[in-house]
């Protein structure tokens, strides 16, 4: 009797233990949940307590490398669309569009059948001293097939890009020969040229294409002008259309050689940066030219800053359609890891004080709306902010807000557009025939080195007759009427196509484009 009450006892103890440590758990568990940790000043402090959390106390392994290259993109796209963060090999090809040139085999190549075609091989280049042509097909780098495989193009060039002084084994399929020819190239420095052309159109009027504004594109300019001086040129057509802009001090060098001493060319400011302001010191060169620039929906950032520099001091008549809108200036910062940010720091202000940024909630929707609203066809659609009207420096009235509107408006051109047209043009047919006339008369193309040649060359073809059937054999009839129609659309592309096969290159393929051009045309009527 009594072993029984003390084994009661036991375990009424023991229950009272167990309820204790109950107690005490769950109060301590109750505690641990509502840590509170109080945030010093900064504004991100928080952030750095939530890391700190997570690499204190998180139950599994963390790869801190994976979840900050996750996170860092995430952060710089809740600033505004221009400040973005590039991992190593994404700033490396950033870096490398911009310093006007790159270490590489030195060629351009298109890529019409799932084949590699040398169209240029650049001139003092690696390729041209190993001794590789224009036509010549590539199936192999070094030992990796990339003819037939369906590569992407991206990938081929990375193959045949690389460090200065390496070797890369290039196995090409030239016409005539029955067997692979191989030529060992040694990568050297490549130059990137930025002019992508360089002419006169008449008597005295020259053409100016500049694709970006890079390290040397300013040299590029200056050197085309005096060239094109020596020919005459009173007048200058410079075409900014499909120009992303660049460097920030290019397009200011290039404001300076037109503007007179103390125009202002551009302001900056930010909320960590005082005003900075640009004026132009009255040594260009360029100031007694005439000039006309051409601006489009892709014309933004440093084409816009020359664009507006010229329109606000009155010095050029701008032709085309309404400019992209960036009015943002971004600042490079590098890390050891070869990554680095681009980041807004000012927005530049025209000469007239215009800030031309669009909004950030426009950017995926703008070009389509201005479609929508008619604005690519009729200047009287484009729609402007009375709030943000400014006035150059003659009295004319601009307005900022969203991109630069043209002195003289020109529609997209629409004309000639047939169903043929549109077919021909989604299957890249003119490119692909092209590069077959290309490499059927690629000697005598070789030799063609001015207009004149090339033009009576061309006219003995028979191009229509000849792309009608191709266009056949490719599923593509042309119907009654079409070719009256888009007939001299598609023999324009077809000439410029192949002409660019020539020594003449890009300076053949913008001559003969123009002949089509709706807005050069409306600069020369004036």
Same mark, same amino acid.
């Given at each position: 009797m009594e072993i029984k009450r003390?084994?009661?006892?036991?375990?009424?103890? %023991?229950?009272?233990?167990?309820?204790?440590?109950?107690?005490?758990s769950v109060?301590?568990?109750?505690?641990?949940?509502?840590?509170?940790?109080?945030? @010093?000043?900064?504004?991100w402090a928080k952030l750095m307590l939530v890391?700190?959390?997570?690499?204190?106390?998180?139950?599994?392994?963390?790869?801190q490398a994976k979840v900050t290259e996750d996170i860092l993109p995430n952060i710089m796209s809740e600033l505004d669309p221009h400040s973005v963060y590039l991992p190593?090999?994404?700033?490396?090809?950033?870096?490398?569009?911009?310093?006007?040139?790159?270490?590489?085999?030195?060629?351009?190549?298109?890529? @019409?059948?799932?084949?590699?075609?040398?169209?240029q091989v650049i001139s003092g280049g690696p390729s041209?001293?190993?001794?590789?042509?224009?036509?010549?097909?590539?199936?192999?780098?070094?030992?990796?097939?990339?003819?037939?495989?369906?590569?992407p193009q991206d990938s081929m060039v990375r193959l045949m890009k690389g460090k200065r002084g390496t070797k890369v084994?290039?196995?090409?399929? &030239?016409?005539g020969e029955n067997s692979l020819l191989e030529f060992p190239i040694i990568r050297d420095k490549i130059p990137v040229n930025t002019v992508d052309a360089s002419f006169m159109v008449d008597d005295t009027t020259g053409y100016v294409k500049l694709s970006k504004f890079a390290k040397t594109s300013y040299f590029e300019f200056i050197t085309s002008v005096i060239k094109l001086r020596s020919e005459g040129m009173k007048r200058l057509v410079f075409d900014l259309r499909d120009n992303a802009g660049g460097y920030l001090d290019q397009a200011i060098m290039l404001s300076n050689e037109f503007l007179a001493k103390g125009d202002l060319v551009v302001y900056m400011e930010g909320r960590k940066r005082a005003r900075q302001d640009v004026f132009a010191d009255g040594r260009g060169t360029c100031q007694d030219l005439e000039l006309a620039v051409l601006i489009d929906e892709g014309s933004a950032s440093s084409s816009e800053i020359f664009a507006g520099a010229m329109q606000d001091n009155d010095r050029a008549v701008l032709y085309g359609r309404r400019s992209y809108g960036k009015g943002l200036v971004q600042e490079p910062v590098y890390f050891s890891d070869g990554s680095g940010i681009r980041l807004t720091v000012a927005r530049y202000y025209t000469p007239a004080g215009r800030c031309i940024q669009k909004p950030y909630d426009e950017y995926d929707t703008d070009l389509l709306q201005r479609y929508r609203h008619g604005e690519m066809m009729s200047a009287d659609s484009i729609k402007v902010n009375d709030t943000l009207k400014f006035a150059t420096k003659g009295g004319r009235t601009v307005y900022g807000g969203g991109g630069i509107i043209p002195d003289v408006f020109v529609p997209l051109d629409t004309s000639g557009v047939t169903d043929f047209l549109v077919s021909c043009n989604r299957l890249s047919l003119q490119a692909k025939f092209s590069n077959q006339?290309?490499? &059927?008369?690629?000697?005598?193309?070789?030799?063609?080195?001015?207009?004149?040649?090339?033009?009576?060359?061309?006219?003995? %073809?028979?191009?229509?007759?000849?792309?009608?059937?191709?266009?056949?054999?490719?599923?593509v009839i042309v119907k009654d009427g079409e070719w009256e129609i888009s007939g001299e659309?598609?023999?324009?592309?077809?000439?410029?196509?192949?002409?660019?096969?020539? @020594?003449?290159?890009?300076?053949?393929?913008?001559?003969?484009?123009?002949?089509?051009?709706?807005?050069?045309?409306?600069? %020369?009527?004036?």
């Amino acid at each position: 009797m009594e072993i029984k009450r003390v084994n009661r006892i036991l375990t009424a103890v %023991l229950w009272a233990v167990i309820l204790v440590l109950v107690i005490v758990s769950v109060f301590a568990m109750k505690n641990r949940a509502a840590r509170k940790i109080t945030i @010093p000043d900064g504004d991100w402090a928080k952030l750095m307590l939530v890391l700190g959390s997570v690499d204190k106390d998180y139950v599994d392994e963390i790869d801190q490398a994976k979840v900050t290259e996750d996170i860092l993109p995430n952060i710089m796209s809740e600033l505004d669309p221009h400040s973005v963060y590039l991992p190593p090999r994404e700033l490396e090809v950033a870096e490398e569009d911009l310093q006007g040139g790159f270490d590489g085999i030195g060629i351009q190549f298109t890529v @019409p059948e799932d084949t590699a075609v040398v169209s240029q091989v650049i001139s003092g280049g690696p390729s041209e001293k190993a001794g590789l042509l224009s036509g010549d097909r590539i199936v192999k780098v070094d030992d990796r097939t990339i003819a037939g495989v369906k590569m992407p193009q991206d990938s081929m060039v990375r193959l045949m890009k690389g460090k200065r002084g390496t070797k890369v084994l290039i196995s090409v399929k &030239r016409a005539g020969e029955n067997s692979l020819l191989e030529f060992p190239i040694i990568r050297d420095k490549i130059p990137v040229n930025t002019v992508d052309a360089s002419f006169m159109v008449d008597d005295t009027t020259g053409y100016v294409k500049l694709s970006k504004f890079a390290k040397t594109s300013y040299f590029e300019f200056i050197t085309s002008v005096i060239k094109l001086r020596s020919e005459g040129m009173k007048r200058l057509v410079f075409d900014l259309r499909d120009n992303a802009g660049g460097y920030l001090d290019q397009a200011i060098m290039l404001s300076n050689e037109f503007l007179a001493k103390g125009d202002l060319v551009v302001y900056m400011e930010g909320r960590k940066r005082a005003r900075q302001d640009v004026f132009a010191d009255g040594r260009g060169t360029c100031q007694d030219l005439e000039l006309a620039v051409l601006i489009d929906e892709g014309s933004a950032s440093s084409s816009e800053i020359f664009a507006g520099a010229m329109q606000d001091n009155d010095r050029a008549v701008l032709y085309g359609r309404r400019s992209y809108g960036k009015g943002l200036v971004q600042e490079p910062v590098y890390f050891s890891d070869g990554s680095g940010i681009r980041l807004t720091v000012a927005r530049y202000y025209t000469p007239a004080g215009r800030c031309i940024q669009k909004p950030y909630d426009e950017y995926d929707t703008d070009l389509l709306q201005r479609y929508r609203h008619g604005e690519m066809m009729s200047a009287d659609s484009i729609k402007v902010n009375d709030t943000l009207k400014f006035a150059t420096k003659g009295g004319r009235t601009v307005y900022g807000g969203g991109g630069i509107i043209p002195d003289v408006f020109v529609p997209l051109d629409t004309s000639g557009v047939t169903d043929f047209l549109v077919s021909c043009n989604r299957l890249s047919l003119q490119a692909k025939f092209s590069n077959q006339i290309a490499d &059927r008369y690629r000697e005598k193309l070789r030799s063609i080195e001015d207009m004149k040649s090339l033009d009576s060359f061309l006219d003995g %073809l028979g191009l229509k007759e000849r792309f009608i059937k191709y266009a056949a054999q490719s599923g593509v009839i042309v119907k009654d009427g079409e070719w009256e129609i888009s007939g001299e659309i598609i023999e324009v592309q077809l000439r410029a196509l192949i002409g660019r096969n020539t @020594p003449m290159n890009d300076n053949a393929f913008y001559r003969i484009y123009l002949s089509i051009d709706n807005v050069v045309e409306a600069v %020369l009527k004036k």
